[in-house]
């Protein structure tokens, strides 16, 4: 048994943890029901009028957002505003779209209506909604919203209508109003019910069972970089996907915890691509979930490199081909076993000299390849070092990429090293963040001392730079 159902994600405020509560400019010292939104400042706005609109106050909004002199804020400023009421009429908001977003969603959310919602966002095919969508959404517009909803519950196998209310600490009848429903009313397993109560803005999640919680970071996706979604399911299941039409690496633990990374090539053209994903439990019965994800430009630039007589034969398909298809073979593996956490480090501390993703030429030929890597200057000797903990999969010598050295930190992420003057590890060597691993030098295609570090997630080349300023999964 499989089925199906098409998600298109939308986001326009986005939705933040809690912070801590706040007293109201009203003296109210009352926890505002919400949480955190983005607001983009308007003309003739100030962060008095702004905390007003929001139930908030002006300290608060001060230090989410680091502001010093309260009193200095500019057009078009977005601000985090912690606290933020959903339902304070009037209040414009910017939502971007995530996985279980939904039209109904978001309009009972923000006590909106559809018509609004359609309006200011030019909306025609609400259905063509994708995560990372950033909307603009008028909170209580036209006094039209529909009943306040706590959540969202998908009936399971065994209950009815009487259990859920019971379970759900609501009265039946109040439970009925909310779903326009008569009793007794038979329900079906996976049917989509709405808990009546006070609203949790992005609580409101619209996922088919087995399907939990649906997690894309980053949003949008950028060419060039790693992508990860985090899936939770009801119970113990398997989950598979593909992005693009090529397939995800999944690793589960916990038995109902499904991690994913995947790399966007740098070369993708920007624009928005499904993202399929399915579950599959014990007895068989599959659940389809569609996505659509954003990809943006990574702003690229691009440089000439000029090797000497002696170096040109390594531009050569006879010698870069079968070097470039045993890397790629090494760096596309995967591992079930984690061995990075956190943030990753840097493995040079001498100067970046060249960025991830910089279209080239080589002696004034065509920008048809990329930088596949960042370069650290350094002089000859200088170390090497582990960003995060691995296992030595490749530690040789080879044409190109001279005195190379490769890691497997597990779940489809490896990291390579190239042109060093030596390699301080061998393969099968379990490797510690920070550990010595090699020295800089300019072995290979190379210019002159220099260190390049690689990154391949799931099969792909991605910038390295990223997993230094955010953790995965």
């Known amino acids: 048994m499989r089925r199906t159902l098409g998600i298109g994600l939308i986001v326009v405020a986005l939705v933040l943890p809690r912070g801590p509560v ?39 909004i001060s230090e989410a957002n680091g502001i010093t002199y ?73 006094g039209s919203a529909p009943a306040a909803a706590r959540q969202i519950h998908r009936v399971a196998a065994g209950e009815n209508l009487a259990r859920i209310a019971l379970a759900a600490g609501v009265p039946l009848v109040d439970l009925l109003r909310a779903n326009d429903l008569a009793f007794p009313t038979p329900v079906f397993t996976g049917q989509r019910l709405w808990i009546p109560g006070e609203s ?41 996907g593909d992005f693009m039409g090529y397939p995800i690496q999944v690793a589960t633990h916990d038995a109902n915890q499904h991690d994913a990374l995947f790399g966007i090539h740098p070369f993708t053209e920007p624009g928005i691509y499904p993202l399929n994903l ?18 943006d430009s990574g702003g690229y630039g691009s440089e000439t490199i000029s090797l000497d007589a002696g170096q040109l034969n390594l531009l050569q398909n006879d010698v870069t081909e079968p ?61 090497v070092l582990a960003p995060a903990a ?39 060597e379990v490797v510690r963040a920070g550990q010595k691993i090699g020295t800089i030098g300019s072995t290979g295609r190379s210019t002159g001392p220099h260190l390049h570090w690689e990154m391949w997630v799931g099969g792909t080349q991605v910038n390295p730079m990223q997993w230094v300023q955010q953790a995965f999964p």
Do not use: C
Request: proline share 6%.
């Open 22 to 60: 706040a007293t109201a400019q009203d003296g109210s010292t009352a926890a505002p029901v919400g949480s955190t939104t983005i607001h983009v400042v308007q003309r003739d706005e100030n962060l008095f009028r702004i905390a007003m609109k929001y139930g908030t106050t002006v300290e608060a």
């Open 70 to 142: 309260p009193r200095y804020i500019a057009v078009g400023q977005r601000l985090l505003i912690p606290n933020a009421r959903a339902d304070t009429p009037g209040a414009v908001v910017t939502h971007v779209v995530r996985p279980g977003d939904s039209l109904e969603t978001l309009v009972r959310t923000y006590h909106t209506t559809a018509s609004s919602l359609a309006e200011a966002n030019r909306l025609t095919n609400p259905a063509r909604l994708y995560v990372g969508q950033e909307l603009t959404i008028s909170q209580g517009a036209d």
């Open 200 to 240: 949790d803005p992005g609580a409101l999640v619209d996922l088919p069972l087995p399907f939990s919680a649906v997690v894309v970071k980053p949003t949008p996706a950028i060419q060039g970089q790693t992508t990860g979604i985090h899936v939770t399911t009801a119970g113990p299941a398997t989950l598979t």
């Open 278 to 295: 399915v579950v599959t439990t014990p007895d068989g019965a599959q659940t389809a979930l569609a996505l659509r994800v954003r990809v």
């Open 323 to 383: 070097e470039w298809q045993r890397i790629a073979t090494v760096m596309s593996g995967f591992t079930d076993q984690r061995y990075f956490d956190g943030l990753m480090g840097l493995p040079s501390t001498g100067a970046i000299t060249s960025q991830f993703g910089t279209r080239r030429d080589y002696n004034g030929g065509s920008l048809n390849t990329f930088h596949s890597g960042t370069d650290f200057g350094g002089g000859p000797g200088s170390p």
């Open 390 to 428: 691995g296992v030595v999969v490749l530690a040789e010598h080879v044409p190109v990429r001279g005195n190379a050295t490769v890691i497997d930190h597990g779940w489809g992420v490896y990291t390579g090293y190239w042109h060093q003057t030596e390699i301080l590890v061998s393969v099968g």
